[in-house]
């Protein structure tokens, strides 16, 4: 691992043996550190509303699910200790991928990154891609030197976070993914771009992580060192309250779109993306009831900005969600407003606060 890698152990990692139960512990208790019940609930209901979550999903109990059927192994930053899953037969290529992050966290303090409380959405998972594209890259290095026909998806099946005994929904299956597979191309473009050398990874893990998703998926723009483009948000008064608010970034609006246009469409649309907020607001209490289940349409009302290149991608933008808003569940009124290179999709009970939402 070291010569793979680039680097020396400084010193050994401490391992432990731990239950399934203790390993569900473990990822909720993360997961916690980084969002409230408050936030989960609001994000939860954000995801419904867009119909990237079934309307009777509950985002901790498919984490818990997660946690406690897939992980056979896992590096954990905060206690620097290496834990492995009694039973569940961990092998040399996921080891390979754990131990990874023990060498890295010894030279860069990995819990800084994609942990932080207050990190917008965006950030913490291109943080995250930057830190599982390199243990991806390296386990995967070590599986063509060390082992025969093991392939990336086979891998990372053996690594236990991209495939459950439990059926994940689509944008919860392709959120587990993205680090992964995108963060190990984004980590070999800096290997590629510094000779195959480790420098640029180095300096990405210690000094300047990638702040989007679109540097993930557009390594050039870390590279160069683009910074996003600021997007401000209405206030909306009347009687609601914005119960959430982040960094709406490349790869949220490339999930959002998929289902209905395609990945690779998707993909295109979202290319020009330069910066992104989202908002939510709820009129009364985010409490379910049952005059009012989840997603209460007749109470929320949600808006998606996205500043792109130019007028041409706004306007390729605006068609693929007109296409993707014809498509959501009856309930909640729509709209998409073109502003210059600034593209707005609104949700909300009624036809006027929608369209005023994106003027």
């Known amino acids: 691992m070291e010569a793979l890698r680039g680097l ?128 991806t890259l390296v386990m995967e290095r070590y599986a063509a030197r060390w082992t025969r026909g093991v392939s990336l998806g086979d891998a990372l099946s053996g690594v236990g976070q991209v495939t459950s005994g439990t059926p994940l929904p689509q944008y919860v299956a392709r959120s587990l993914v993205f680090p992964y597979f995108q963060g190990e191309a984004f980590v070999r473009a800096l290997l590629d771009a510094d000779g195959g050398g480790w420098t640029l990874v180095n300096v990405a893990e210690r000094a300047r ?23 401000s948000l209405p206030l909306l008064a009347g009687g609601w309250r914005r119960i959430a608010a982040s960094t709406l970034g490349a790869e949220d609006v490339a999930a959002l779109l998929s289902p209905s246009s395609g990945a690779v469409l998707a993909r295109r649309v979202t290319a020009g993306w330069r910066g992104g907020r989202y908002a939510l607001w709820r009129r009364g209490s985010l409490a379910a009831t049952a005059a009012c289940a989840t997603p209460c349409r007749a109470r929320d009302a949600a808006l998606l900005a996205v500043r792109v290149d130019s007028a041409r991608s706004a306007a390729r933008l605006a068609r693929a969600l007109r296409r993707w808003a014809g498509r959501l569940p009856a309930g909640s009124a729509t709209a998409v407003g073109v502003r210059g290179v600034e593209v707005r999709v609104a949700l909300a009970p009624d036809a006027a606060l929608a369209a005023r939402l994106t003027q």
Not at 29 to 44: K, V
């Open 209 to 231: 992580p990638p702040q989007t998703t679109a540097e993930i998926l557009q390594p050039s723009r870390w590279l160069a060192a683009l910074q996003p483009e600021r997007v």
């Open 8 to 135: 020396r152990f400084r010193h050994p990692v401490p391992v432990a043996i731990v239950s399934p139960a203790q390993a569900r512990r473990d990822g909720l208790a993360d997961a916690a550190r980084s969002s409230s019940l408050a936030g989960e609930r609001a994000s939860d209901e954000l995801l419904k509303l867009l119909a990237l979550l079934p309307a009777g999903a509950d985002s901790r109990a498919i984490a818990g699910d997660i946690y406690s059927e897939q992980v056979a192994g896992y590096y954990d930053p905060r206690r620097k200790r290496l834990a492995l899953v009694r039973g569940a037969g961990v092998d040399d290529v996921t080891l390979a991928h754990e131990l990874t992050h023990a060498l890295e966290d010894q030279h860069a303090d990995l819990q800084r990154l994609g942990s932080e409380p207050h990190a917008d959405d965006d950030r913490r998972t291109a943080e995250q891609a930057l830190v599982e594209g390199s243990a």
